[in-house]
């Protein structure tokens, strides 16, 4: 069906403009580590955000102020966690993986290389990207925890 009612459209646009306000007021509200790279629980949050406003916009069963409060709901968690990892590095353990060492010493490792799913061709390209050629004068490669490859020169 293309077109229901103007009513349906206004309320798209105004439950919109409310739900999208009170999602940056929280973002803002709690801090620039909500929106910096992503790490896989950082994705998963993100996801979750994006689907909770998708749901309050489209959904007519859903009052603003539920949705509003889901928002706050996935905001706080995300807040809370990053909090108690950077107080606690046995619950960071848990919510963040560690970065994974691909290439020591000019040479790959093809178990880790395996273990993460990445190919000698990925390590190209981020060698490339930071103006290098070949792994003669590389120290290491690591895959981070928000999945970026560092190059490190000797």
Not at 88 to 117: C, M, N, T
Request: net charge positive.
């Amino acid at each position: 069906m293309l077109f229901d009612s103007w009513q349906g459209l206004a309320r798209v646009v105004i439950v919109g403009l409310a739900a999208y306000g009170a999602l940056i007021l929280m973002l803002r509200a709690s801090g620039k580590r909500t929106l910096s790279k992503m790490n896989a629980f950082d994705l998963v949050v993100t996801v979750a955000l994006g689907s909770t406003l998708a749901t309050v916009l489209l959904n007519r069963s859903v009052p603003l102020a539920e949705g509003v409060l889901a928002l706050a709901l996935l905001v706080y968690l995300q807040y809370a966690i990053t909090w108690a990892s950077v107080r606690s590095e046995r619950f960071q353990s848990l919510i963040k993986s560690e970065p994974s060492l691909l290439v020591h010493d000019g040479a790959y490792l093809d178990q880790a290389l395996k273990r993460q799913r990445v190919t000698r061709e990925e390590v190209q390209a981020a060698l490339r990207e930071s103006g290098k050629t070949d792994l003669a004068g590389i120290a290491s490669v690591v895959l981070e925890t928000d999945g970026t490859l560092s190059v490190i020169a000797r």
